[in-house]
C-alpha cells in the first residue's frame, strides 16, 4: 500500500495531470485534493474529477486557494493583490486513501518563497510524475526526477501521457532509473467507464 496519499506532478502543465489524477483516485479508492487552483476562468479540475470519478462531493477537498487567471499560481495570485501563504496547505482530514494533484510542473512559483516541490515536500507524500510522451519529454522527465531526488522525495514512479512512444518511455525508464506506472494513452471515450478501465490496470502497479 502506498500509505495515505500520493502527490501527483507534472513536468509541464496541460499534460494529462487530472486524467491522471482521476484514474489514481479510482485504482486506490481515494479522496482528492487540488491544494492551489489557478485559471477558474477555464473551470475547476476538481469538477473534471468529479465527472470522470463520480466522487461524492464530500471526498472533493476544497482548494486552499483558487485563482482567476490561468498563469502559475505566484503570477494569478499576484494580479488578485493574494499572497500565498505555505502555512495555509494542510492535508484534508480524512480516512481514505488522498490524491494530492498539483500545478504545472515541480518548479513552478507559489511565491516569492516557495515553489510546487516545496509543498510536495512539506505534505510529506511521495510523488507520481505526469510526463507527455512526445518530444522533449526525456529532458523535461529526467531534470523533474532529478529535482525531486534532491530534495529526497520519494517517487513511486511515472504516468506517461499520451500516442504511443515505446522508445521515449524505454528512455525515461533506463536513464531515470525509474518505475513506469502507466502509459496512458488517449482515453476513449473520456468518461468514468473509461477512467475505470485504465484504473484496473495501474491498481497493481502501486498497491
Same mark, same amino acid.
Given at each position: ?58 471526498? %472533493? ?7 482567476? =487567471?490561468?498563469?502559475?499560481?505566484? /503570477? +494569478?495570485? *499576484?494580479?488578485? &493583490? ?72 520519494? %517517487? ?7 500516442? =504511443?512512444?515505446?522508445?521515449?518511455? /524505454? +528512455?525515461? *525508464?533506463?536513464? &531515470? ?31
Amino acid at each position: 500500500m502506498i500509505g495515505s496519499g500520493v502527490f501527483v506532478t507534472g513536468t509541464d502543465t496541460d499534460i494529462g495531470k487530472t486524467v491522471a489524477s482521476a484514474c489514481l483516485v479510482q485504482a486506490l479508492d481515494a479522496d482528492y485534493w487540488k491544494p492551489v487552483q489557478s485559471g477558474l476562468s477555464d473551470g475547476r479540475d476538481r469538477d473534471t474529477i468529479a465527472e470522470l470519478t463520480g466522487l461524492a462531493e464530500s471526498r %472533493i477537498h476544497p482548494s486552499t486557494y483558487e485563482l482567476q =487567471a490561468p498563469l502559475s499560481p505566484h /503570477e +494569478a495570485a *499576484r494580479l488578485e &493583490g493574494v499572497s500565498l501563504d505555505m502555512n495555509q496547505f494542510n492535508l484534508p482530514a480524512t480516512d481514505n486513501n488522498l490524491v494530492v494533484e498539483g500545478a504545472g510542473g515541480v518548479l513552478v512559483p507559489i511565491n516569492d518563497d516557495a515553489m510546487m516541490i516545496n509543498l510536495i515536500d512539506q505534505l510529506g507524500l511521495p510523488a507520481v510524475v505526469v510526463a507527455r510522451s512526445g518530444l522533449g519529454t526525456i529532458n523535461h522527465t529526467l531534470l523533474t526526477l532529478e529535482a525531486l531526488r534532491t530534495r529526497d522525495i520519494e %517517487i513511486l514512479g511515472v504516468i506517461v501521457c499520451g500516442p =504511443a512512444n515505446p522508445a521515449n518511455v /524505454e +528512455a525515461i *525508464r533506463a536513464y &531515470g532509473k525509474i518505475k513506469i506506472l502507466l502509459e496512458l494513452e488517449p482515453v476513449s471515450p473520456l468518461d468514468s467507464a473509461g477512467i475505470n478501465a485504465v484504473a484496473k490496470k495501474i491498481g497493481n502497479l502501486i498497491l
